[in-house]
């Protein structure tokens, strides 16, 4: 069976060329910078807040900050992996104002290793998003992921569906490798697990574990 | 090696990022184990329809809007010297 490989953008070559210029003012350097990652920005926002207005705001604030903060950008990461970081603290903090009744964290750990242990074990038909049309798929893949817990779906937003490494994700998300790789492991079962539903292999599945 | 035991290296697995030796063990059990194989198989399933499906894509007007907002923001602002 084949492995997952993650995608990459390619850009890092000169990106370090147009950071040193930003840093030095160059404000067009900069607007490159923006065009490169607004959209990995805005889908990570999103995904965390899960919603519109939010998502919007935090790629705002996520570059403004970035841009206020340029001369403290140490250039021990990349770019995109500081920059990820400072639009996961906003995202938080927005999720945080409209669940206030909510703790939202990234440390949480919820339940127990249980709550991802699969159930269902049905094969799925063999292109399972051509079962229903794109803004129905869309809709299904939205639903699914908005129950998951903020710290599970951010891990899986940022591994699988924007490629940072593991070590890139830790260290965006300020967490160690076997947390991230835990919340990983649980995020995708759990996606799994309720995708099921939608793309079980009606004709010959084989039922329960 | 047990289902439990897959399971836990299951990450590991679909990255590839694993010794040759766990990977040999693992894909044994996938040889005879028909529930972790379609466990395995599934959950790359999902990996690629999450990543092949832009959920959130940011539309062409809003990107624009998004995008002069945060210059104009930018050009009202200066870097933060150093600490």
Same mark, same amino acid.
């Given at each position: 069976?084949?492995?997952?490989?993650?995608? &990459? %953008?390619?850009?890092?070559?000169?990106?370090?060329?147009?950071?040193?210029?930003?840093?030095?003012?160059?404000?067009?350097? =900069? *607007? #490159?910078?923006?065009?490169?990652?607004?959209? $990995? +920005?805005?889908?990570?926002?999103?995904?965390?807040?899960?919603?519109?207005?939010?998502?919007?705001?935090? +790629?705002? @604030?996520?570059?403004?900050? !970035?841009?206020?903060?340029?001369?403290?950008?140490?250039?021990?990461?990349?770019?995109?992996?500081?920059? +990820?970081?400072?639009?996961? $603290? #906003? !995202?938080?903090?927005?999720?945080?104002?409209?669940?206030?009744?909510?703790?939202?964290?990234?440390? *949480? @750990?919820?339940?127990? %290793? #249980?709550?991802?242990?699969?159930? #269902?074990?049905? @094969?799925?038909?063999?292109?399972? %998003?051509?079962?229903?049309?794109?803004?129905?798929?869309?809709?299904?893949?939205?639903?699914?992921?908005?129950?998951?817990?903020?710290? =599970?779906?951010?891990? =899986?937003?940022?591994?699988?569906?924007?490629?940072?490494?593991?070590? %890139?994700? !830790?260290?965006?998300?300020?967490?160690?490798?076997? !947390?991230?790789?835990?919340?990983? &492991?649980?995020?995708?079962?759990? &996606?799994?697990?309720?995708?099921?539903?939608? =793309?079980?292999?009606?004709?010959?599945? @084989?039922?329960?574990? | 090696?047990?289902?439990?035991?897959?399971?836990?290296?299951?990450?590991?697995?679909?990255?590839?990022?694993?010794?040759?030796? /766990?990977?040999?063990?693992?894909?044994?059990?996938?040889?005879?184990?028909?529930?972790?194989?379609?466990?395995?198989?599934?959950?790359?399933?999902?990996?690629?329809?999450?990543?092949?499906?832009?959920?959130?894509?940011?539309?062409?007007?809003?990107?624009?809007?998004?995008?002069?907002?945060?210059? /104009?923001?930018?050009?009202?602002?200066?870097?933060?010297?150093?600490?």
């Amino acid at each position: 069976m084949g492995t997952i490989q993650p995608r &990459l %953008e390619g850009q890092a070559s000169d990106e370090t060329t147009l950071v040193h210029a930003a840093k030095a003012g160059d404000i067009s350097a =900069f *607007e #490159e910078l923006v065009r490169r990652y607004d959209r $990995n +920005v805005f889908r990570i926002a999103q995904h965390i807040t899960q919603n519109r207005e939010d998502a919007e705001d935090v +790629v705002q @604030d996520a570059f403004l900050k !970035a841009y206020q903060n340029l001369a403290n950008f140490q250039e021990q990461s990349k770019f995109y992996t500081w920059l +990820v970081r400072i639009a996961v $603290n #906003e !995202a938080l903090m927005r999720l945080r104002r409209r669940r206030p009744e909510r703790m939202v964290s990234l440390d *949480e @750990d919820i339940k127990t %290793e #249980e709550d991802s242990m699969p159930r #269902e074990v049905a @094969d799925w038909a063999p292109n399972p %998003e051509q079962l229903y049309g794109q803004g129905e798929l869309k809709e299904i893949l939205g639903k699914t992921i908005q129950g998951l817990p903020p710290s =599970f779906r951010t891990v =899986f937003v940022l591994r699988d569906v924007e490629g940072l490494s593991t070590e %890139e994700t !830790a260290d965006a998300l300020d967490l160690s490798i076997p !947390a991230v790789k835990s919340r990983l &492991l649980r995020a995708r079962l759990q &996606l799994r697990e309720r995708l099921s539903k939608y =793309f079980k292999n009606r004709a010959g599945g @084989d039922g329960k574990k | 090696m047990t289902c439990s035991e897959f399971l836990k290296e299951l990450t590991d697995y679909l990255d590839d990022t694993m010794d040759a030796q /766990t990977k040999a063990e693992l894909e044994d059990h996938l040889q005879w184990c028909h529930n972790c194989y379609v466990i395995c198989n599934t959950t790359k399933m999902t990996i690629e329809i999450y990543r092949d499906s832009d959920i959130y894509e940011l539309p062409d007007d809003l990107r624009s809007r998004l995008r002069s907002a945060i210059l /104009t923001k930018c050009k009202g602002h200066e870097h933060k010297d150093q600490p």
